[in-house]
């Protein structure tokens, strides 16, 4: 075939939409998937029911996804079972799993502008966010794992001249990867890349808000080369699906992100059925601490991304600022204005806004509730406060900031999961350091200080997973994250993420 030939025969494809009207035009022709993918191939579920996906962005359906429930979970585990115990992934050479996770990771690519729009419609999220981080973020974290596959040795352990003790690393079985819903794409990569370059044959099931992305991600596992069973995604609701998978005697795993609430209850259902592995990455209120001698610009702006970016649904969104009292009143004014020119609210397909609508109306709900909770405890509403965008149809919350906050108010306590920031003062070091740590959270805090000695003394003393110096967000596929205390435990991300996926084996062997 000649070259003009094959130009002549290939669609074009549709360049990528710079307005909103256009990434609209996009929407409207766009045919989802919701139905749950099983032994490799999409199934509507057992009993035949379907639930409609309401996008937050204006409030009507988009979807009609499969409602999993426990046939369905055994069916999916089932298969997961099978692909495991014949070896159909786990035996085949490093370098093959390398191959087909290179590859995984290369179809997120390419599936770039439909992935994005996906997660954008089901989350709410704004498409430049979608497009610049949520799919790359994702497509990187597959290829990180994949390329572990032919790096990673096992030891031998120096015991006696005439014994060899070998201690390898072996994949555990069927992990539940059950996530959440502010970052399906990337929560669900931080699970599948080291628990499949482990091994392990996997049961995703995202969050009853936010499927789509994850049913997709499975057709191009399959297309990738990813064999039948080895990734089963299982839409459904928490208490229908999740819970049996989480209870299931077959599951060797839970590795779970989501609330606080719903993690310990993953700790008790794994007590419950067959004592499988837990890994818990849950909620969090990080604070960041401001000194009087903080470069006050540079602060304010990350702390506005901190808290604004995907409008404050990330669990480790820098919710509190404990601020020393003399840069309080220029810190705010600042932090406003950075929120004001960088990150305007908007409708989340103009590729302008910055920041979206919340998950659901019941979540909406529940964000302004506690910022009127926060009103009746004595917080000055220095800017937001409200519902904005009401419309479109869509559930948008006014990006907050809550200045004034005690310490035991409960804005200052319970995670908001929304863009609302409560700014405390505090007036010497070690008040700052019982404000930071007085919470039960301990995923991530931040320290703002040119003063060395504060910094390094000032990130021991806060307990939390990720201590950030003078930024905030900056973040690694080489760097674990997780939490402390009650943000859980167990890490994604870095090569140690994928030993919770594994189980130690010493193989001694004595030789004359
Ligand atoms: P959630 O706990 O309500 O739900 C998380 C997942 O658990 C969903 O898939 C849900 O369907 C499932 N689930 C709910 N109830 C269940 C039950 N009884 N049995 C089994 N499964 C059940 O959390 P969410 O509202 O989806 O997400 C927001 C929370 O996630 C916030 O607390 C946030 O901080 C946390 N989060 C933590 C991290 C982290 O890495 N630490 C990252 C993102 C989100």
Redesign the pocket.
Known sequence: MTATATTAAAPLPAARPTTRAGWEARAASLRIEGRAFIDGRYVSAASGRAFARLSPIHGRAVAEVAEGAEADVNAAVASARRAFEDGRWRDRAPVERKRVMLRFAELIRADLEELALLETLDVGKVIGNSLAVDVPFAADCIAYYGELADKRFDEVAPVGPRDVALVRREALGVVAA??????PLI?SAWKLGPALVAGNSVVL?????SSLSAIRLAALAAEAGLPDGVLNVLP????A???P??LHGDVDMVS????????K??MG?AGASNMKRVAL????KSPHVVLPDADLDAAASGIAWGIFYNQG????AGSRVIVHRAVQEALVEKIAAVQRAEIPLGHPLDPAAGMGAM?DEA?MGRVLSLVEAGRREGARVHCGGGRALAETGGFYVAPTILDGVGQRDRVAQE?I?GPVLAVTPFDTEAEAVAMANGTVYG?AAAVWTEDMHAAHRLSSAIRAGTVWVNCFDRSSLATP???FKQ??FGR?RSPHAVDKYTDLKTVWTAYR
């Not at 059950?178 to 970052?183: D, R």
């Not at 099931?205 to 808000?209: I, L, S, Y």
């Not at 459904?236 to 208490?239: A, D, L, M, N």
């Open positions: 059950i996530v959440p819903w502010n970052y929560i099931k995202p969050a009853e808000q459904g609701f928490g208490e699906a999740g819970r998978l989480a779970f992100t989501g609330s606080t609430e719903v993690g209850l993953m259902y990455e849950c909620g969090g649904e990330t669990c480790h998950i979540h995670e999961f995923l994250f997780g939490g943000s859980g994604d």
